[in-house]
Nanobody, 127 residues
Framework: VQLVESGGGLVQAGGSLRLSCAAS????????IGWFRQAPGKEREGVLC????????YYSDPVKGRFTISRDNAKNTVYLKMDSLKPEDTAVYSC?????????????????????WGQGTQVTVSS
């Protein structure tokens, strides 16, 4: 199982970035994909998730209306489009895979329950 994130970088507040999470080694549509982030000195927090088999998504309150998650099942890839970025969005963003029921329209499982993780990609938002 492999998850590879890409697309991080440095952006000014109000700007946009698109992250990618390319998955391999498992059946993409049998899993949920979650995006988590960890800022310096803080615990890793869940941001949003998607269930590739049917497109079900969940967004945490801090990113609702600004971030959009999508997937391309043919490419086994999940995308995270981040708009209206704020300095407090600065963190290492990681994607994770878990059983399909880990993501639902009402929430997703805590970080400790997810099975597989990518190496993460740094997102830095300057003020």
């Amino acid at each position: 199982v492999q998850l590879v994130e890409s697309g991080g970088g440095l952006v000014q507040a109000g700007g946009s970035l698109r992250l990618s999470c390319a998955a391999s080694g498992f059946s993409f549509t049998d899993e949920s994909i979650g995006w988590f982030r960890q800022a310096p000195g803080k615990e890793r927090e869940g941001v949003l998730c998607i269930r590739p088999i049917d497109g079900t998504t969940y967004y945490s309150d801090p990113v609702k209306g600004r971030f959009t998650i999508s997937r391309d099942n043919a490419k086994n890839t999940v995308y995270l489009k981040m708009d209206s970025l704020k300095p407090e969005d600065t963190a290492v963003y990681s994607c994770s895979a878990g059983p399909y029921y880990y993501c639902s329209a009402s929430g997703f499982r805590s970080r400790d329950e997810w099975h597989y993780w990518g190496q993460g990609t740094q997102v830095t938002v300057s003020s």
